[in-house]
Every structure is written in C-alpha cells, then in structure tokens.
C-alpha cells in the first residue's frame, strides 16, 4: 500500500494557509446535501459537529452516553496549551511547535505538529467567546500555569476542571446545531461497524443501546472521534465505558493503523489499592507546579513521611533533572518512578507509589492558595484515599492514561480509506511516542474546530451531492447481518467465566509485558498469551441477558473481544520497533543513565498496519518521518 | 464487611419493578459503592442471573453519568459527592443499603437504575449557549471578565447536569440545573447579548419537560455532587422577572 500523507510543499510556517488556500470548497447552498457522521461527542466530536452543522453541512452525531455532555474528556482536569505568549515569556507558535515534537522524542508529523501549534492560538479564543469560565488574573485577563515539558507558562485552565468546561463548551455548541434541526442525535448508541462502498466509508452500523435495535446509517462522510484505546490495559484513567470498538471495526475493513504500541503512561495517579479497582484516578500534572517528587533514601524505609528527615529524602526528579525538576516530561517521570519502585524505594502498603508533597508550597504561598489552586483535587484524593494532602504527603503511581497511537491520517486527517476521517485521540498524527501534558485538549479541538471543517470539503468537493448509497444497500445488510451473528454469537457461549475475568486477565498481560518497561522476551511472551487467552474467550465467556434491551455485558463483551486483538497489534508493533523512544521504552536500548535510545536511521517513521485477518502477522507500511525544520537530537531535561 | 442490598430491579419501562434482596459479602471499606456493586455483578453472572444495570462512567466525580439513590438520598450518604465517588467505608458492617433510580417524571425509567435523563440536554438546546460560530471569536483578551465574575461563573458552571437535584426534589424541579446554567452564562459578558432570550426559552423548555415547581426546600442543593449553591435559583429568578417584564413592554 501506497501511503501518502499529502503534506503541502513549501516552508513549515506557510504550509497551512497555502494548503487551506488551495483546497476544495464546497459550495454553500450544496453542503446542506451532504450528510456526515461524527461518531463521539468529546472535544474532537463535539467541535467537529458543531462546527460542521455551523458550515451547513447536515450531521448525524452518535455517541454511547446517555447525553453528548458525558464523553470522557470532561474528566481532563489539567489546562490546555496556547502559544499566546500572554506572559510575555519567550512564548511562540515555534516554541509550541519545538516543545511538542521534542516533547513526543521526534516520532510524529512535523507539518501536523506546527499547524497544531498555529491553530492553538484560536481555540482559546474561540472557547472564551463561547463562556468557558478560564482563570483570570484580578485586571480580567486570563491566567496561565506551567506544565510538564515546557519552560513558558502557555497553559489555561478553569481550576482543576479544564475539560469539563471546554467540553461544555463544545457540546453547548452542539446543543445550539441540535436545536436547529442542523444536527440529529443519536446517544446510548453504539458504532460496531465500519460500512466500505466501492473503497470509500459511506456509513456505519449501530445498536441502539436501549432497544438492542441494530440500524445502519449512511452518509458522504463518516468521521471518528471515539477516543483512545488504553482500557485494552483493563486499569486506566480511561472512562469505564471508553473503548477501541470503533476504532478497531475501520481496522478492519481496510484503514490503518499507526504506532499502536505508543500508549502513555501518566505519572501522577493514585495507587492502585486492591483487587475490586474499576479503575484509576488520575492526579493533575499541575500539581507538579507546586509539589515536590520524593522517595526515601533508603531501601524499605517503613517510616510515615514526616518522620522522615530532608536528608534522608530523595527528590529524584530534582536531582535527574535540574533544569525541568519536577515538570520533566510524563514518560520520564513515569520511568523514574518505577526505577526508584523497582530499587525498592516505593512508599505506601504495596511499595508501589512515590511521594508528591506540597509542604514547601503551603509553607511559601498559605494553604489558601494551595486550595484555590488545586482545592479540587486535593478534595479528590481525600474522597478515594481518606488522607488529608495538605498535611501529609499524595502517594501518586504512573498508570495508563492516553494513546499517541491509532489510526493513520494523512494532513487532511483522512485515513487510508476515503470519506474515512479521524480526529483527537482516535488518530496518531500529533504526539508522537509520547504527549506532553495539556496537549490533548488543544488536539481535539484543533482537530475539530479548525482542521475538519477545512479538510473534509476537500474530500466532499469530490463526490457529487446526493451520490451517498441509501442505508438499505446491500453492504449496509450485509454489515448488519455480521453484527447481529456476532451479537448472537456472544450470546451463545454461555461458559464459566465473565467478561471482566477476561478482561482483567488481558490487562495484566499487557501491563506486564507491555508497560512501562518491554523486552523482546517480555513481548514475545505476551504474543503467545494473548491469541490463548482470545481463544479461550470465543469459547468460555458466559455473556447473561439477550440482546433486545439494555444489556451492559453484552456491551462490554463486544469491547473486550475487540481489545483481543488490538493487543495482540500493540504488542507486535512493540516488538518490531527495535529501538527505544519516548513512552515506548525497550529495555535493550537504553542510554548509560537509563534513558531512551533512539534509533533514527532505522525507525524514523510511522509504522501503519493493514489487517490482513485475525491472528496473521498484519502488514507493514512504513511512513517515513521527514523533518525539514527541526534537527533530530536526543532529549534532554537536565 | 458484608452488607445487605436492597436492589430495585425493572425489565423495562412497561413492566412494573420492585426491590430484590442481595448479599454483598468480604467487601473491602475502600472498595468504591459502584465497585461493589461489580462485585455484586460479577457474582450475578456467574450465577447466570443478569446483573444489574446501572449507569455510569468516569468514576471519578465529573461526567453525571452514575444516578442511584442510595438510602433514599441520591448519591448516598456523603456530602458534595457523587455515586461513584461514595466509598463502602460510609456504610456500617452489616447495614441494608436500598439503592434506586433517580425518580422523577421527566426522568423516565429505561431499567433497573437505568433512566432516561434527555430533558436535560432539550433545555440545554433551548438556549444553554453562547451563539457564536466557529471562527468568530475575537482574541481571548479582549474580552476582560472581573476575576469574581469568572469565579462566580464557575461556581455555577461546574454542575455535571446528573440530575441528583431533580430526584431529591419532593415537586421533581430541575431549578437547580436550569439555573446553574443560565447564571454561568448570564454572569460574563459574553453572554450577556442573549440573557433575556435565553432564560425565557430555558424556563418554558423546563416546564414542558414535565419538571415540577420549585418551593425552594433547598434539598437540591443538599445532594448536589458539587456543591452548586441554592443562591444561583435567586439569580435565574431575578433574570427572569427582569426578562419577563421586558419581553411585556
């Protein structure tokens, strides 16, 4: 296969307005005729529908929730990155640009990553013009914090809740587009088919939640936004209900899929406490603006925190990285943790946690400040732990948090198979082997309040309005009728374990073998356990209930047979990128002091697999990454 | 801990409900409310029973997707948190915990703790937004919003719209929510173009939702996951008469 990405000539300043100059329009009085699906309603969906209906385009927006408000990026607490250099810091799209491809250890698009940075400036003034409540400074002005990776204060935030406000930001938008009859929805409605007509996406198939009812819907475009697929792993800070289904079904029906062994793992989470946890609980990496990362100098210090004295504590991150310290990026601290865990320096009950302390914070800026600041959060980590943060110590562990990875688009942010478009977290092209904290909720937005509603005319202006095949065709029933056998066949196993015996047992395999740390061995490993354990699903999963009403097992089911074999994917694609970069760390290349170790001559490029069937060795289409502006050098936060 | 759970089970809207007896038993105090209720399940399945349905997702406080009454306060016995936030180390070793739907007309039931909360996003659509379109917006800075008004637009905006408000009110009111809402926006400026308008259609969509009057008992405020103050329905009540009174002349 033949992949071209389409990225514009000329220099990495003038390749957006020159692509956006050139590309086709739709004419206004024909985009009513044309009908595009947006699958998911957060950041990316909910931008890209509102804006899309605003252009006049007819939408069809689907999501699992009950309402669009819902979707998972209400939980991103931090801040979202804008290169408006408003603290008059050095601040600049280039330097947005420069942090965020070093940032992801030079593994994504230079072209993506540099039009991200230049858009970032309109998302915070789109959002504040819809009412998203931002902090301000007492004169009016917005506020800024720091955040991991950067050393300019370029992050907004609205207290601890910055996802939940552009959200709502965006699905009030959506709401507007519903309310006049621009955009239909469709909630507790699930996406478990991909429908192809003669190569191109033309629509989807879909179980209505409530009534079990699977329905098909076709359209000119189909346009993903279903998020990551990091509940493969069973322990995330995912929502529960976030999954690849989507996402996995386009796999399969021809569009590729890129990096998928790029998963973050995010530094600051509570531990994990017992055996029943449903899930993780991430802490803002803006704590770590104001607390300090220790662990105790000495092996098995069993003493409570502060008993400890300032010399018998060691703040690793400080001490590895002077000049970044405590805001060094998510991979590295990740790492960090673990090596300072696996020295058996970890606090708490299990040894598997660090300390994150704002005693020095609260002693030079008052507890209230603190509180103002971070209060939420702090509120948070008393409702699951039962400990009071001002007083002593968060215990925080790296846990599974975002997918740099998922399906390849090219600059329009088309996958492979045209009228196929993928955005936010759902596609791989901006982060690299790893994002930098506040940059999700600049991506999805990018992706769907500035680049789709420009990219997607260019692939419309192509097809003649009113040319979409009608639902009833015959590769609509023929994708129904799949859908309902794999319904009935889910059903009918009736055997001895649960969904969630499954489940667990998979993401024990990859975190295992596919976390923080991977080997060759290690990958191997779970390349034989995992097509074991998926065989063992199709032939032991005990699925209650029917498939004509509410049925949340079945649901799960269909999630978790997917996540089969997606890992299996994962785990391949670790294996044959034979080098270290970013999250993906390779235990067999690393530096002398235990960082990662690229390998640019022979890995510099985006690894895109095409299915070619369940358990076949998927192929492999290599993108390579060409960098005009930037010189590939190793990372360095010290 | 072993606790009793009296569980209230619907097939489906047509079918008439009612309270199952069921045994959580060796549950951890730190297990989360909704976590045992996965162990409940998971103990269901095995017994080839079908578990009980409940919604939820992020378990961490922000979507509003988790909706039980939990001994007859929706979202349980602690205070400014939501279902999935309630930890079994607020129950008592051997207690019997009723857990029910979110009960209210315009909260439909769909099954067992399942309900349909849609109304909701209807009023939002009715004017639960700033009309701008992508692309209009001018820079962020020139628009200044006082730090107090921001903060106080906050406050309200906070709301995770679960509907907590709704099932405690004794009249079913979605007050709470509705001026949660309008006060968020009505606060900055720029929402300010649209304040009458949007209260007035906020209002009657609420009303023709089927939600019930509001005596201010204050119980919403009590139950709210987030605190949302009792003060934001004073506020939507003056934009209101102000809206009212402008839209006679």
């Not at chain 1, 009513?32 to 899309?52: D, F, P, Q």
């Not at chain 1, 603290?87 to 947005?96: A, I, K, T």
């Not at chain 2, 939820?56 to 039980?68: K, L, V, Y």
Request: hydrophobic letters at 35%.
């Amino acid at each position: 296969m033949k992949l071209d990405a389409r990225i514009p000539s000329g220099p990495l300043p003038q390749k957006w307005d020159k692509h956006k100059a050139s590309i086709k329009l739709v004419n206004p009085s024909n985009k009513r005729k044309y009908e595009i699906i947006v699958v998911g309603t957060g950041l990316a969906g909910a931008s890209a529908a509102a804006s899309l209906a605003e252009l006049g385009y007819s939408v069809k927006s689907f999501c699992i929730q009950d309402s669009p408000r819902r979707a998972h990026s209400v939980a991103a607490q931090g801040g979202i990155n804008a290169a408006k250099n408003y603290q008059n810091d050095g601040d600049s799209v280039f330097r947005l640009f420069y942090d965020t491809i070093k940032g992801g250890d030079f593994r994504s698009r230079e072209a993506n990553v540099h039009r991200l940075a230049e858009v970032s400036v309109n998302i915070i003034d789109q959002c504040v013009a819809q009412g998203v409540p931002f902090a301000r400074e007492y004169g009016g002005s917005l506020a800024n914090r720091s955040f991991g990776g950067a050393q300019v204060s370029r992050t907004f935030y609205a207290r601890g809740q910055t996802g939940q406000q552009l959200l709502l930001g965006a699905y009030q938008a959506l709401m507007r587009q519903a309310g006049l009859g621009q955009i239909k929805l469709f909630p507790r409605s699930e996406m478990l088919e991909l429908v192809v007509v003669n190569g191109h996406a033309k629509g989807i198939v879909v179980r209505d939640m409530v009534t079990g009812k699977v329905s098909s819907h076709s359209a000119d475009a189909v346009v993903l936004a279903t998020g990551g697929y990091c509940n493969a792993y069973y322990l995330s800070t995912y929502g529960r209900g976030s999954n690849a289904t989507a996402i996995w079904r386009a796999y399969k029906k021809g569009a590729t899929f890129a990096n998928p062994c790029f998963t973050q793992i995010h530094p600051t989470c509570i531990p994990v406490t017992g055996d029943y946890q449903s899930k993780l609980t991430l802490m803002s990496e803006s704590l770590r603006n104001d607390g300090r990362v220790w662990v105790p100098k000495q092996k098995g210090d069993k003493r409570p925190p502060g008993e400890i004295p300032e010399s018998e504590r060691d703040y690793y991150l400080e001490r590895k990285y002077p000049s970044y310290g405590n805001l060094a990026p998510r991979d590295i601290s990740s790492r960090a943790a673990k090596q300072v865990c696996d020295e058996g320096r970890g606090v708490g009950e299990s040894g598997l946690g660090v300390y994150l302390d704002f005693a020095d914070a609260i002693q030079r800026l008052g507890i209230d400040k603190i509180r103002e600041r971070y209060g939420n959060l702090f509120d948070m980590y008393h409702e699951i732990t039962h400990e009071d943060a001002y007083h002593s110590p968060m215990r925080i562990f790296p846990a599974m948090h975002y997918a740099m990875g998922g399906l390849w688009v090219d600059y329009n942010l088309m996958s492979n198979l045209p009228g196929l478009f993928v955005i936010g977290e759902a596609n791989f092209s901006d982060h690299g082997a790893n994002r930098l904290g506040a940059s999700a909720l600049m991506q999805g937005l990018a992706d769907g309040y500035f680049v789709l509603p420009y990219t997607i005319g260019d692939y419309l202006a192509s097809q003649k309005p009113g040319s979409r095949p009608k639902a009833d065709a015959s590769e609509f029933k023929l994708a129904e009728q799949e859908t309902n056998e794999r319904i009935q066949k889910l059903l009918s196993i009736r055997g001895q374990k649960t969904v969630t015996d499954f489940h667990k047992e998979l993401g024990r395999i990859l975190w295992t073998h596919c976390g923080m740390a991977r080997s060759e061995k290690s990958l191997k490993e779970a390349l034989t356990l995992i097509p074991a354990l998926r065989d063992e699903f199709w032939k032991n999963v005990n699925v209650p209930g029917n498939g004509e009403d509410l049925n949340q097992s079945l649901e799960r089911a269909g999630r978790v047979a997917d996540y089969l074999e997606l890992a299996e994917l994962l785990v391949y694609d670790a294996l044959i990128r034979d080098e270290s970069c970013g999250c993906h760390f390779r235990e067999e290349h690393q530096t002398e002091d235990g960082e990662c170790q690229r390998n640019d001559e022979q890995y510099a490029y985006v690894a895109a697999w095409e299915f070619t069937g369940v358990g076949n060795t998927p192929t492999l289409n290599k993108e390579p990454l060409v960098y005009e502006e930037v010189h590939l050098a190793q990372r360095s936060y010290k | 801990m072993n606790v009793k759970l009296r569980v209230w089970r619907q097939k489906d809207p047509q079918t008439a409900g009612r309270f199952v007896g069921y045994e959580a038993k060796n549950i951890n105090p730190n297990m989360s409310f909704l976590e045992m209720l996965d162990v409940v399940n998971e103990d269901l399945t095995k017994r080839n029973e079908e578990p009980i349905a409940f919604d939820h997702d992020c378990r961490e406080g922000i979507c509003g997707m988790c909706s039980c009454v939990i001994n007859g306060e929706p979202h349980g016995p602690e205070y400014k948190v939501a279902t999935c936030q309630t930890y079994m180390r607020s129950f008592h070793d051997g207690e019997t915990i009723t857990v029910e739907p979110f009960r209210a007309k315009a909260f439909p039931p769909i099954k067992d703790l399942v309900v349909d909360r849609s109304a909701f996003d209807r009023v939002i659509q009715a004017g639960g937004f700033v009309s701008v379109s992508t692309g209009s917006a001018p820079d962020g800075n020139a628009i200044l919003v006082p730090k107090t008004d921001a903060d106080l637009a906050m406050d309200a905006a906070a709301c995770i719209g679960c509907g907590a408000c709704v099932a405690a009110c004794k009249n079913a009111s979605a007050m709470l929510f509705v001026a949660a809402k309008v006060s968020h926006l009505n606060l900055l400026p720029q929402g300010k173009p649209e304040k009458d308008r949007r209260v007035l259609a906020m209002v009657a969509q609420m009303d023709e939702e089927g939600f019930g009057a509001c005596t201010v008992t204050g119980s919403c405020e009590a139950v709210c996951p987030k605190g949302i103050s009792l003060n934001f329905i004073a506020k939507m009540n003056r934009d209101y008469f102000g809206a009212m009174l402008k839209s006679a002349r």
